[in-house]
């Protein structure tokens, strides 16, 4: 019985720790993908090119648009990032880990 | 074996140390575009007669917008800063109250839905103009003779 327990044990933590890497990279990704407004004296710039352009601009739903997207991104970084130091505490602190066990 | 043990235990800190930095710059990032203010700057350079691309302001908001032209001419006469404070009623109209740029500064007040109608001039020779494009948009018209460059900021 004790076996099949740590069996489940282990695949839940290997299921932990792929989800973590999972949320690092979706986190990453939308900081990938966010339109990156350029900050200039405590300002949003829009890009010049979309000013020539005959497309309307709406710059109050880009910055809503960016603010939105570095929330989710830095939210899903910060919290895989700091949940993957918790996950390999025994490998990065060996020391302190194991006077801790 | 301890050769072994260093090489392991630094293969296991340059992934925790990439991470590391890569949480910080997202965080750094993330940060710096949420704590900064409702504030647009927007540039622009048109050619004579031409006109920027309708510049929708946030609905059912006092929006402060203020723009300045920055080219100055032979005489040095070209440049002015003008501002107004706009107010737009979705799918109705456009309302300012503002300061028409030098020389003479003017009040500018009105309501309109008309494409062109006059918001704020942005320059000293009052050719290049901010107007009403739709109930919703206005644009950035240059009405003189050649290419006039500035910006204009929205803070709401």
């Known amino acids: ?30 900081q990938a993908f966010a339109p990156h407004l350029k900050i200039q004296n405590n300002k949003f710039v829009i890009p010049p090119s979309l000013l020539s352009g005959g497309k309307e601009v709406r710059p109050d739903e880009m910055i809503a648009r960016e603010r939105r997207m570095q929330a989710l991104s830095g939210i899903l970084t910060l919290g895989s990032g700091l949940g993957l130091a918790f996950y390999y505490r025994h490998v990065l602190f060996p020391k302190s880990a194991s006077k801790g066990e | 074996m301890e050769h072994y043990k260093r090489a392991r235990r630094f293969g296991s800190l340059v992934p925790a140390a990439m991470v590391a930095i890569l949480t910080l710059s997202v965080m750094v990032h993330a940060t710096q575009v949420i704590t900064t203010p409702n504030a647009a700057f927007v540039s622009y350079s048109l050619a004579s007669g031409a006109n920027s691309a309708p510049i929708t302001p946030v609905a059912n908001q006092s929006v402060l917008v203020m723009g300045t032209q920055t080219a100055i001419n032979v005489d040095g006469r070209e440049p002015g800063e003008s501002h107004v404070t706009l107010l737009r009623i979705a799918g109705r109209f456009l309302e300012w109250t503002g300061l028409e740029s030098c020389c003479p500064g003017a009040i500018t007040a ?8 006059h918001i704020v001039y942005l320059d000293m020779f009052h050719t290049v103009d901010i107007r009403v494009n739709t109930a919703d948009t206005f644009i950035i018209h240059n009405g003189s003779s050649g290419t006039r460059t500035g910006n204009v900021t929205l803070i709401w």
């Open chain 2, 110 to 117: 009105n309501f309109s839905n008309t494409p062109g109608a």
């Open chain 1, 1 to 30: 019985m004790k076996p099949l327990v740590k069996n489940k044990r282990n695949g839940r933590r290997v299921w932990l720790g792929l989800l973590l890497w999972v949320a690092l990279a979706a986190g990453l990704l939308v």
